[in-house]
Nanobody
Framework: VQLVESGGGLVQAGGSPRLSCAAS????????MGWFRQAPGKEREFVAG????????VYQDSVKGRFTVSRDNVKNTVYLQMNSLKPEDTAAYYC?????????????????WGQGTQVTVSS
């Protein structure tokens, strides 16, 4: 059982990469998923979350209107489309599963985490 993120890298400010998180979970469609990020010297913070059906989403205020979270329950994959990137978006990005149908902002409510993918935004 694992989550594997991909899609990170070095991006110029204003860029639009898409992160993917592939889940080897037979029960993927039963639970909400979240994206978190952690910059050097800072605590891990919630970025975005999506409910088990892909209908309801929630975002951190600083990424609203720029980031979009989505999921494909056939492919067992959750995505984070990031637009208009800023240098302050530089961080390691992690996807995570919560055993709840709706996403939550608290990292402690997520029980399965990926290894993370680094996104570095150059100005």
């Amino acid at each position: 059982v694992q989550l594997v993120e991909s899609g990170g890298g070095l991006v110029q400010a204003g860029g639009s990469p898409r992160l993917s998180c592939a889940a080897s979970l037979r029960t993927f469609s039963s639970y909400a998923m979240g994206w978190f990020r952690q910059a050097p010297g800072k605590e891990r913070e919630f970025v975005a979350g999506i409910d088990k059906n892909g209908v309801s989403t929630v975002y951190q205020d600083s990424v609203k209107g720029r980031f979009t979270v989505s999921r494909d329950n056939v492919k067992n994959t959750v995505y984070l489309q990031m637009n208009s990137l800023k240098p302050e978006d530089t961080a390691a990005y992690y996807c995570a599963r919560t055993r709840r149908p709706a996403p939550r902002r608290e990292a402690g409510l997520y029980d399965l985490w990926g290894q993370g993918t680094q996104v570095t935004v150059s100005s």
